[in-house]
């Protein structure tokens, strides 16, 4: 088969303005990035016609480093229900160079079930990454500056929380020095950077309603402590509405296209792992304006992003699917069934049985939420019949609806079973009203432990001094109210990335704590994990180049 790239290029694209025209968007409302990519401004959002749209949230079983086909999924569904003459429209994040230049190579979908332009998507795009990492830096700079001038008036920090970001894998940045040298140079001090799909501005463009919003948390965002302990906000250096004017056009969602022409909105990127793994609000009202039915997905596994979709954004958005599609694999359900990892492509029926019961977890997790789940099985070229099988008839036993997706080979022809099975179900037993994991009303410690137990299967959760320290302190400042996003490995529901099917009772670990007052909500650092990522061994770079006057290896 041809790799994504030569699949991407052989694709007919039709102008963004005959994208935006399919929509009912008026061509003076769009704003283009070359031929094939525009913004559209947030106004045109329909809060009544939104509300009408059918939404589904595509998400996974617990991944193996090369994924599960989330977004191939979520395109093949686009595509799928185009061909069998349904009005979708899909809702996605952004691509981070961090990934595709160390693992993935490109975060587009794949095969026939791509959204184009892929190279611009996964690469510059239209600037959206830029202008967040831009924005999170002046504050930096605006910050240290505001130390340094005003130092001799007795003003300082007696703790900064600022981290520095970059959209590339560094880890040699993630604890520095900054301020060496001359006294010109500033004061030194220990720094560090995550990577920018971490940032609370991501978190914040993602979550915003409008510029006005925009505004109104990036002045919120708690800096540090001064030396008389009192906290110290972007406010405070009266620089929110400079920070909101890097930020004007990234509010604004991209419209692509899929491989077959299907409308897609793309904007946003964190990552589920680290950060809340969805993409923005005013993208996906955006295609609840224009779309029958809405097609996104949540980062990772359901555990993450599935949970913080459901948890965060759809208790701010004041949104719910309509329906939740699981998206399992051989590869891993083998993985999670005690196969190892070298051998998960070859058939093992006893393996994929094994490994049914981290799916089951997963479904159960989803019927929690009050959500109706389908089961959509990623085909791969390999899988045999007889394992498919294997799923097909768990998934009845549960009562659960199956179907096979293979839009990957065929586009969307082979995801007219899975389209039409999709709005079926929503169409006889939709989900149910949303059931939060907790209350806004609970204690953040309290928020933490429901979804380590209830959603991890944690036994409980262990806090750090220092966790405990900072959590005190986030309730002191009134923070209590916010929902909480768990950082964690997205390899395992515990918080160790081999621990693979349903880890045995467990003990979660919170390390750290992280106030993301603009963002209004509250990240707990579990185990391990690191927001600036490193790069592998063999990064995807290495395969990245130029052949023949064209970008090669971003697949």
């Known amino acids: 088969m041809k790799s994504d790239i030569e699949i991407a290029r052989e694709a007919s694209m039709k102008p963004i303005k005959e994208i935006a025209d399919s929509l009912g968007i008026p061509e003076e409302m769009t704003e283009p990035y070359g031929k094939f990519i525009a913004k559209v401004p947030y106004s045109l959002i329909d809060e009544e016609k939104a509300s009408r749209s059918r939404l589904i949230l595509v998400t996974a079983i617990t991944p193996t480093k090369a994924g599960i086909g989330k977004t191939t999924v979520s395109v093949g569904l686009a595509l799928g229900m185009a061909k069998t003459g349904r009005k979708a429209v899909l809702a996605l994040r952004e691509p981070s160079l961090g990934p595709c230049f160390g693992?993935?190579?490109?975060?587009?979908?794949?095969?026939?079930?791509?959204?184009l332009p892929m190279e611009k998507i996964n690469l510059h795009f239209t600037g959206d990454f830029h202008a967040v990492t831009t924005a999170n830096n002046m504050i930096a700079a605006l910050l240290d500056n505001y130390i340094y001038q005003h130092q001799s008036e007795g003003f300082g920090m007696k703790q900064i929380l600022w981290k520095r970001v970059l959209d590339i894998n560094d880890r040699s940045l993630r604890h520095i020095v900054t301020g060496l040298g001359p006294h010109t140079n500033g004061l030194p001090q220990e720094a560090g950077f995550d990577i920018t799909p971490a940032s609370e501005i991501m978190a914040i463009l993602c979550l915003s309603r409008d510029l006005e919003d925009l505004e109104r948390r990036i002045n919120n965002i708690l800096l540090g402590y001064t030396l008389e302990n009192k906290p110290f906000h972007v406010r405070d250096m009266g620089v929110g509405s400079a920070i909101t004017v890097l930020l004007m056009d990234a509010l604004k969602p991209n419209l692509v296209q899929t491989t077959e022409n299907t409308p897609a909105f793309i904007h946003g990127g964190p990552f589920a792992n680290i950060a809340h793994g969805c993409n923005s609000i005013i993208a996906t009202k955006m295609a609840m304006t224009y779309g029958d039915y809405v097609i996104t997905e949540a980062g990772f596994a359901a555990?993450?992003?599935?949970?913080?979709?459901?948890?965060?954004?759809?208790?701010?958005?004041?949104?719910?699917?309509?329906?939740?599609?699981?998206?399992?694999?051989?590869?891993?359900?083998?993985?999670?069934?005690?196969?190892?990892?070298?051998e998960i492509k070859l058939p093992n029926p006893e393996g994929v049985v094994k490994g049914f019961a981290n799916m089951d977890k997963h479904i159960a997790n989803l019927k929690g939420f009050g959500q109706t789940v389908l089961v959509c099985f990623n085909k791969f070229a390999q899988d045999t019949e007889e394992e498919i099988s294997l799923v097909r008839e768990h998934c009845k036993e549960l009562g659960v609806p199956f179907a096979l997706n293979n839009a990957y080979c065929e586009g969307g022809e082979g995801a007219v079973e899975l389209a039409d099975l999709v709005a079926e179900t929503i169409d006889k037993c939709p989900s149910g009203p949303l059931q939060f994991t907790y209350s806004d009303e609970m204690g953040i410690a309290e928020k933490i432990s429901a979804v380590a137990t209830k959603i991890y299967g944690a036994s409980s959760v262990s806090f750090s001094p220092e966790a405990r320290k900072k959590i005190a302190k986030a309730e002191e400042l009134g923070y209590a109210s916010f929902p909480v996003c768990i950082a964690k490995t997205q390899y395992s529901f515990s918080q160790d990335p081999k621990a693979y099917g349903v880890p045995a009772p467990f003990v979660l670990d919170v390390k750290d704590f992280v106030i993301n007052s603009g963002a209004e909500m509250l990240v707990a650092i579990a185990g391990d994990i690191i927001r600036m990522p490193g790069l592998p061994k063999s990064p995807q770079a290495l395969r990245i180049g130029i052949k023949d006057g064209q970008i090669d290896g971003l697949s």
């Open 303 to 342: 555990d993450l992003g599935a949970e913080k979709f459901l948890d965060i954004k759809c208790r701010k958005a004041g949104i719910a699917p309509s329906l939740t599609i699981l998206v399992a694999t051989l590869q891993g359900l083998k993985m999670h069934g005690d196969v190892p990892v070298e």
């Open 103 to 115: 693992m993935k190579g490109g975060a587009a979908g794949g095969g026939y079930a791509q959204v």
